[in-house]
């Protein structure tokens, strides 16, 4: 069947139509960019034993960015001349897949959602999910080439593996069932062993799962739950799948890490190994101490991630029930509540952050109690603002004009309609909070020095900026990869929440 | 599709159980540091807090390592400035403490009084042993006290673990060597760096443009010797004021280019004498401008600083008078026979000859008035100074910025107040750093007899310039007409000017930043072995390792001194106690796990 575009409309149409085209190019470019990077520092960084390997892991990228390329072409075509991909251009998304060896993601990606034509979302989350635990036994491995490995690792990366079965298995049931398919019962069971494999710390994972139970309970009584509405929707954005699978892959790393990450190569000092090039051993090279900065760096996500998360979820909450109250009962409360909190919204965050440290000492309980402080003043007029937007319309009336409580009225009727801007505003604030806990570290108001925490990394690493690059450069790019990760998730979130555009 | 994933299984196994096989643990390496289980030794890690300062983070997380390696919990206390260091400090909030120390005076007394003696300026030990052998060796020559101060570190060190030493620093500058003659600029172990000598490779540019140096502190403690002795001035003072000898480059006491032109120790080591030189006069600042204030330094000027820097009543805020406390009396000598009559210590030479070494022209008269006096014509003015105990290393303390030579006239004619109801808000003391700041306070007064003059300042530079009647015609004249030192706090930022070429010197180039001055070809690096030794103070009082020298033994042996010599790429040297740099005892601090363990075994079982 041959059916040309001939407007300049109707090929922007027809492109803008199919998601595996957007895929392709954005997979593509993204591939060719890391392929550049890693070609480049192979070629320029001198006497380097990874210097070989840092070559074939930037000629394979390069390889996959031209594969992918060549697919994006033809899927072009197709579209232009067929108004559809043809099969045999869906086929070629297998060549995509063995780009996991090389932990080429992005060609992943668009090549499993190129091979399938049509998708559902719990397909997608499977793919998102096998591939973060994927990446974190990748990861993990690395450690079989130092000296030695943590006492636990061998049962880390078991445990890892057995994961990455059983997500493989629900991956390859879940292919065969299309969206709008009634799952049979027994998908019960590979929901609950989905939200086992959670414990790892995989999101995906749990979504998954819960998506799973969500949509056999309703088996066709409604259109869809709100839950996997708003997944499907999200899944359509590659870059929000992107920086949720990077969240994944850290919040993963972290709790494996107990496991598979030995702590002293991160904290004791070793002098004849100080200020090492990458190589195999140490992958990011050492610090001035000797200690491994790859080691550092996956136990550094620890303290980053639960600072961030804790000083996001703490103010969420103060400032969520703050703002409720003040929005729901109005007059004299909401003047009290919001002009004390509009005091306390006149002072920088990072000074008051800074104020409460110098008073109360360094430490991960402080520190997090001082970046709460700061932004629950946000969250609270967020939330005034959705509740007395909601609690005029006529529903709320209603219950009020049956008596109900108070409580009962703000609980059960308002907030659960008012969360979804918070969802997106402490998604876009934990990239924020986790800037500002690095920050306080490198000015050394943050945790103890010696504790791996991105900004204590970063802080060593600067004194060394000119001689020994890396030492900043890799806790800089997680910093920044992180919060990038989230605010792409946040953005993701915000289309996906809008009622303006459901 | 199940054959496929049958396979994929398969093989992930088979490579797992492959690679198990070639891996070892953390316990089979060996590499475990959780002791080996011996049932009749309590194996819980000893708390211990250590207190430091944010600028030695590095010192301080080498420590914790390797005492977290010897048995202890380390807990750390770290302070973001000195000021809040010492608060802590003072206040007992620690159980060791990393302390340094710098002997900028060059003489092992200085290292070892106020720091151990019982009520010494920085001293919280008391310890009547320790005591007795500080003064003992005070009164001794360099022969004997060598083996005094052995069994004064056996005492401190080894036996009672007061201290434990780290290391010894070096010292290092690094320079423009594009602007800066590379010969002209001098690095010493003690003093500071002597301005006067300093040269542009292009001589031309003299008279014409400023050399530009570096300095952390803005605010200026006080520009008058006796009342400052920090960071912030000890650089500035050296240079505004000449003394009566200065130090060499390896701490030897020397008349060259102070206000002496020879001295001499008489027998008996209580008696000091020192021909004065004819050609300095102070200068004054007119109009933001240096000139020669016509007055001489003389004898008058002398008698009247070194009496002031003794007597801690003679100023509010006197810092430095137990640098001086030795000074018994200064006076003019007018008898020529008496030095006729004196023998130089340990010599047959007479004082007078001995003074006499080297002048063009032999003493014919001495004068009391400096106005009489003419080198050229033979007539000198000669100070003799005495010692309350026989106490040679009086000299190194004359050659610190605080024994400084201010005008007598000057210094009398400002400070008019009252010592005793002295005001800050409303007297203003000689050296004030308000008068020379620009503003509304400003008004210079200063008088000085070195060879710069500071005219005026700011939060962001200070500029200097040459005293026109400094020794004129010989080669202490100073070179460079005009210097201005500029405020940049952060010492990353400073090593950046310095590349750029917005200031010619840095003084105090970190270990770490070796590598890139190296790696600038226009920047040369020097350095030298100092007097600055860091090492762990103990709390003597309400702290565990007040009461346990096991406890204290333990720490002492944890330490490694090879470790930090490592981390810094060989830039520190051993010490043993603080008088290492300029005594040496033969000891030596050797790392002992076992000993430390043995130590910390025996404290658990004294609790």
């Known amino acids: 069947m041959v059916n040309i575009a001939s407007t300049q409309q109707e090929i922007n149409f027809r492109l803008k139509s199919a998601p595996e085209y957007r895929e392709a190019s954005l997979a593509g470019l993204l591939s060719l960019l890391v392929a550049a990077i890693l070609l480049l520092n192979a070629i320029w960084v001198e006497g380097n034993s990874f210097q070989p390997l840092l070559l074939i892991i930037g000629g394979s990228y390069l390889f996959f960015a031209v594969i992918q390329l060549v697919i994006w072409f033809f899927i072009r075509r197709n579209l232009l001349h067929h108004g559809h991909i043809t099969p045999a251009v869906r086929r070629s998304g297998y060549l995509l897949l063995p780009a996991i060896l090389v932990a080429n993601v992005f060609v992943v990606i668009a090549g499993s959602q190129l091979i399938k034509r049509s998708k559902s979302t719990a397909y997608t989350l499977a793919v998102y999910t096998l591939l973060s635990t994927i990446l974190t036994f990748a990861v993990s491995a690395l450690n079989t080439l130092k000296p030695y490995v943590a006492d636990y690792f061998l049962i880390g990366m078991a445990l890892l593996l057995i994961c990455a079965i059983f997500q493989l298995v629900s991956l390859l049931l879940l292919a065969k069932y299309k969206q709008e398919d009634f799952l049979p019962r027994w998908m019960y069971v590979v929901a609950a062993i989905l939200i086992a494999t959670a414990a790892t710390g995989n999101v995906f994972a749990l979504f998954l799962g819960i998506m799973l139970i969500a949509k056999i309970r309703n088996q066709g009584y409604t259109s869809g739950t709100r839950f996997g509405e708003i997944f499907e929707k999200l899944a359509r954005s590659m870059t929000s799948m992107l920086g949720l699978l990077f969240v994944s892959f850290l919040v993963t790393l972290a709790i494996t890490s107990m496991l598979t990450f030995d702590s002293s190569l991160a904290i004791d000092n070793n002098y004849s190994a100080i200020l090492q090039q990458p190589s195999a051993m140490y992958p990011l090279g050492t610090d001035n101490f000797g200690r491994d900065l790859f080691s550092r760096i996956i136990m550094g996500a620890r303290i980053s991630l639960l600072v961030g998360v804790l000083t996001t979820v703490i103010p969420l909450i103060i400032g969520g029930l703050l703002g409720a109250i003040s929005g729901y009962y109005g007059k004299h409360t909401d003047n009290i509540i919001m002009r004390a909190l509009d005091i306390l919204y006149a002072i920088p965050g990072i000074l008051l952050a800074i104020a409460i440290i110098a008073a109360f000492g360094a430490g991960i309980f402080n520190l997090i109690i001082a970046l709460s402080i700061g932004s629950i003043p946000t969250y609270a007029r967020i939330m005034r603002a959705n509740v007395l937007q909601v609690s005029s319309l006529e529903y709320v009336q209603a219950a009020s004009a049956i008596g109900s409580s108070d409580r009962l009225i703000l609980f059960r009727h308002i907030l659960p309609n008012t969360v979804a801007p918070m969802i997106v505003q402490s998604t876009l604030t934990i990239g924020t909070a986790v800037i500002s806990t690095s920050s306080l570290s490198f000015l050394g108001l943050g945790v103890e020095p010696h504790i791996p925490e991105w900004g204590n990394i970063l802080k060593l690493g600067s004194a060394y900026l000119e001689t020994h690059p890396y030492t900043a450069i890799y806790p800089g790019l997680a910093i920044i990869l992180l919060v990038l990760a989230f605010n792409f998730l946040g953005d993701g979130l915000r289309d996906a929440l809008d009622p303006k555009l459901n | 599709m199940k054959k496929n994933m049958k396979f994929i299984a398969l093989l992930l196994i088979v490579s797992v159980v492959l690679s198990a096989c070639t891996l070892k643990t953390k316990d089979e390496s060996g590499e475990s540091t959780t002791p080996s289980n011996n049932a009749n030794v309590d194996q819980t890690p000893v708390d211990i807090e250590l207190l430091g300062m944010s600028a030695n983070e590095d010192d301080l997380n080498i420590v914790r390592d390797q005492l977290a390696k010897n048995g202890f919990n380390v807990k750390l206390n770290i302070q973001p400035d000195y000021g809040s260091f010492k608060t802590q400090e003072d206040a007992g909030n620690f159980d060791i403490s990393l302390s340094s120390w710098t002997t900028v005076t060059g003489n092992p007394d200085y290292a070892v009084r106020s720091l151990f003696k019982t009520g010494g300026d920085y001293s919280i030990l008391s310890d009547p042993e320790i005591d007795a052998l500080i003064d003992e060796a005070s009164t001794q020559t360099p022969e004997q006290y060598q083996d005094t101060y052995k069994r004064f570190e056996e005492a401190l060190v080894f036996e009672k673990a007061y201290i434990a030493p780290l290391f010894n620093s070096i010292k290092s500058q690094a320079f423009n060597k594009e602007v800066l003659a590379a010969d002209s600029v001098r690095i010493s172990k003690s003093r500071s760096l002597p301005w006067e000598e300093l040269e542009f490779t292009d001589t031309a540019k003299h008279g014409t443009d400023p050399l530009i140096l570096q300095s952390t502190f803005p605010t200026l403690t006080s520009l008058d010797p006796i009342k400052g002795n920090d960071g912030s001035i000890n650089i500035i003072n050296t240079n505004l004021y000449v003394r009566l000898v200065n130090l060499t480059d390896d701490d030897k006491i020397t008349s060259d280019g102070s206000l002496s032109l020879n001295h001499a120790i008489a027998e008996g080591n209580t008696e000091y ?112 100074l005495t010692t309350t105990t026989p106490f ?38 000689y050296g004030d750093q308000n008068t020379v700041t620009e503003g509304s306070q400003y008004n210079n007064t200063l008088y000085t007899s070195g060879p710069y003059i500071l005219s005026h300042k700011n939060d962001y530079e200070a500029t200097f310039y040459k005293n026109p009647a400094y020794m004129k015609g010989t080669e202490h004249e100073p070179r460079i007409e005009n210097i201005k030192i500029k405020f940049i706090q ?13 200031i010619h010197l840095f003084y105090g180039v970190s270990e770490s930043k070796f590598d890139v001055v190296k790696g600038d070809s226009k920047l040369e690096l020097q350095s030298i072995p100092s007097n600055a030794v860091s090492y762990l103070l103990f709390n003597t009082s309400n702290r565990p390792v007040a009461e346990s020298a096991d406890l204290r033994k333990a720490v002492l042996y944890s330490i490694n001194q090879e470790e930090f010599i490592t981390f810094y790429s060989g830039n520190k040297y051993k010490a043993t106690s603080t008088l290492s740099p300029i005594v040496n005892t033969g000891l030596e601090l050797k790392a002992d796990a076992a000993k430390a363990k043995e130590h910390l075994n025996a404290y658990k079982a004294s609790k």
């Open chain 2, 490 to 502: 952060d010492a990353d930022s400073t090593l950046s000017a310095l590349r750029s070429g917005e």
């Open chain 2, 273 to 384: 004498y020192f021909i004065l030189r004819d050609d300095i006069n102070f200068a004054k600042v007119t109009d933001k401008k240096a000139v020669d204030s016509g007055e001489r330094v003389g004898a008058d000027d002398v008698i009247f600083s070194l009496n002031r820097a003794k007597d801690r009543n003679s100023v509010p805020d006197h810092r430095t008078y137990t640098l001086h406390e030795h000074i018994n009396t200064v006076e003019t000598v007018t008898d020529l026979a008496a030095l006729d009559a004196l023998k130089v210590s340990g010599s047959d030479e007479t004082v007078r000859a001995a003074l006499e070494k080297g002048l063009d022209v032999k003493i014919s008269e001495l004068v009391a008035d400096k106005k009489d006096a003419n080198n050229k014509e033979g007539k000198y003015q000669v100070v003799k």
């Open chain 2, 392 to 429: 040679p290393q009086v000299l190194n303390y004359l050659a610190h910025q605080s024994a400084g030579i201010v005008s007598q006239k000057q210094v009398q004619a400002i400070n008019t107040y009252d010592v005793e109801n002295f005001d800050v808000n409303k007297d203003i003391p």
